[in-house]
């Protein structure tokens, strides 16, 4: 109604010319006419997921929309690079998987390069000897594998495989538009029950009934839950598949880093960067042109201009909603926001540019060492979760000459004892601390997406799976829910049976 009552001087031509256009559209979306579109949209984090919120909001909601996108810290969150001797390294989330087709898509769109990837040996240590080390031959490498665990090797890779293939659909979906209201239903339209159940388990009860074995599981399985979320075997059954497609070949990152898509998209989507911490929220009434009530959200924040407020059509919140990490206030909700407590787990990045004590592998003679990464099984006595040679951002192709900078994950900072354990010399050691991701523990019970009327949480996807182009996911799907939403288009949101459908309307 506000589109009219704002404009009663119209002419009968411009009468004509709204009818028309109303009738052109079918009259499915007739009340699509006539919502006034909003005014302006904040954006919560300057993520890969509050950026790529509003380069898909920019998309949908069109170029008269005011953007602002709040972050406290830097552009890119979880995509950091750290300074170790002059030159910059991956900090933060470093792998992106062939098939994560948003990440391809920025690419592509913002002209950024991918760098080719060299190659390495892998190992998996117990804590006290290599259960299983790969070597430059590659036919001696896949004898291994078939000696010391049958097919199982094999069968992961399509056990993975039909799962990264239902997971596709995804993009399907939302090429044509559709939304998700919560993270259940999302994945319930990918994978029907089979999925929800996924959520429900552990990757090891998953992969059990499945019937890999234990020994598999715990030598293969354990080390790349390990690596990839600092966790066991006995974190979700999804996300424990997420973690295994993250450990297949072609894995690519960005030249400069990965946090350049961030400020890429920042700038496609002519959204405006409010550098500050966001206090609180607040939905506020006021009075509306055409006499009803307006519902607003207030955000208070603090910039280098002091604490300041401004009001808000619509709320995308795209950072997780933990104390240590957002410490965002709710105030006048009603029902009130509930406070999220899952507990995100801590993760210490440390960056050693050095030489590897490969007695401390039990290598008699270190010249015969020749690993570039090193996972671990569960071991109480190990203080690493991983170990490996990294490259710089600038350029992949750094010479290696002996000694290289090796990064490590644990989930406390090396002492320096430790960290003499594991280097028999060492020049530079940094390091980077994170609550990187989730703790996970099935059953999962996903926090809400909409968190009210037109208030929006990117981030509750982390329930499924922590990763950049889960964010991304999230933030083109709260993007879509948040337009239908606004313009009542509840045949977009939740519809059952959209494979099938998709299928036929081909
Ligand atoms: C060590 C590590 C390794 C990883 N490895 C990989 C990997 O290899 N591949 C992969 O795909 N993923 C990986 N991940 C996960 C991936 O990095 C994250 O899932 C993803 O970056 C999350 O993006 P986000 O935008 O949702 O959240 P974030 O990047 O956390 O963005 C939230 C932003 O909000 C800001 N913010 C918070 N509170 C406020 C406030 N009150 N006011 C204003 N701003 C606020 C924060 O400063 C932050 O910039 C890794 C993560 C870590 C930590
Ligand atoms: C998963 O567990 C929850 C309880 O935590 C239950 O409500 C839900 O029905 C279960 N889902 C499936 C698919 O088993
Ligand atoms: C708000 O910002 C000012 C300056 O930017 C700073 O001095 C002050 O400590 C901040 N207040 C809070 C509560 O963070
Ligand atoms: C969160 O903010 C409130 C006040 O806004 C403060 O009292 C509290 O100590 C903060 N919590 C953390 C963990 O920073
Ligand atoms: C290397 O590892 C061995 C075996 O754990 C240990 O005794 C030694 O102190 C470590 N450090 C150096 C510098 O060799
Ligand atoms: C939204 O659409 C539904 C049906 O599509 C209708 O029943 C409802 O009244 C509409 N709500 C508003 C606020 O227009």
Not at 245 to 250: D, K, N, P, V
Not at 430 to 445: M, N, Q, T
């Amino acid at each position: 109604m506000a589109a009219r009552a704002s404009a009663p001087a119209l002419g009968v031509a411009t009468t004509f010319l709204l009818l028309l256009f109303t009738l052109c559209r079918g009259s499915s979306s007739a009340s699509q006419e006539l919502r006034r579109p909003p005014a302006k949209i904040g954006v919560i984090g300057a993520g890969i997921g509050g950026t790529s919120a509003a380069y898909f909001l920019r998309q949908k909601f069109g170029r008269d929309v005011q953007i602002d996108v709040f972050e406290k810290g830097e552009v890119g969150g979880r995509l950091a690079t750290l300074n170790v001797e002059g030159k910059y390294y991956e900090a933060g989330g470093s792998v992106i998987h062939p098939l994560n087709l948003h990440m391809k898509h920025f690419v592509k769109l913002l002209g950024l390069s991918v760098p080719a990837k060299q190659g390495g040996l892998m190992g998996i240590y117990n804590g006290d000897e290599f259960v299983f080390e790969e070597s430059s031959w590659y036919i001696w490498n896949v004898i291994k594998l078939l000696w010391n665990y049958g097919l199982n090797t094999l069968r992961m890779h399509m056990w993975v495989e039909e799962i990264l293939d239902k997971f596709m659909r995804i993009y399907r979906y939302q090429s044509n538009d559709y939304a998700f209201s919560t993270s259940e239903a999302l994945l319930h339209a990918l994978g029907g029950s089979d999925f929800l159940q996924m959520l429900n388990q552990t990757i090891d009860k998953s992969m059990q009934k499945a019937s890999f074995s234990q020994k598999f599981i715990n030598e293969i399985v354990t080390p790349v839950m390990r690596v990839n979320y600092g966790q066991s075997a006995s974190i979700n059954g999804f996300v424990g598949a997420v973690s295994l497609a993250g450990a297949e070949s072609g894995l690519w990152s960005i030249e400069g880093g990965n946090k350049l898509v961030c400020t890429g998209l920042l700038e496609a989507s002519k959204a405006h960067l409010i550098s500050g911490t966001v206090f609180s929220l607040e939905e506020k009434a006021r009075q509306g042109r055409s006499g009803g009530t307006v519902k607003l959200y207030e955000v208070t924040y603090n910039s280098t201009t002091g604490l300041t407020s401004d009001l808000y059509d619509i709320i995308l919140i795209a950072t997780p909603l933990h104390r240590k990490i957002a410490n965002i206030t709710f105030h006048n909700f009603k029902p009130p926001i509930p406070e999220f407590s899952r507990p995100y787990e801590q993760i210490v990045a440390t960056f050693l540019h050095g030489q590897i004590n490969a007695s401390f592998f039990g290598y008699q003679d270190p010249s015969q060492f020749s690993l570039t990464a090193i996972f671990t099984m569960e071991n109480p006595k190990l203080f690493f979760n991983s170990l490996g040679v990294v490259s710089s951002v600038q350029n992949k192709m750094d010479p290696f000459l002996g000694s290289h900078v090796w990064k490590t994950f644990s989930a406390d900072s090396l002492t320096e004892e430790q960290i003499n354990l594991l280097f028999s010399s060492y020049d530079t050691v940094e390091e980077k601390k994170w609550l990187a991701y989730p703790h996970y523990s099935p059953p999962e019970k996903c926090p809400p997406v909409i968190l009210h009327d037109h208030m929006y949480y990117l981030n509750s996807i982390e329930c499924l799976a922590s990763a950049m182009e889960m964010s991304a996911i999230s933030a083109k799907n709260v993007a879509l829910l948040a337009y239908h939403h606004w313009y009542n288009q509840t045949d977009m949101i939740d519809q059952e049976d959209l494979h099938e459908r998709l299928k036929t309307e081909l």
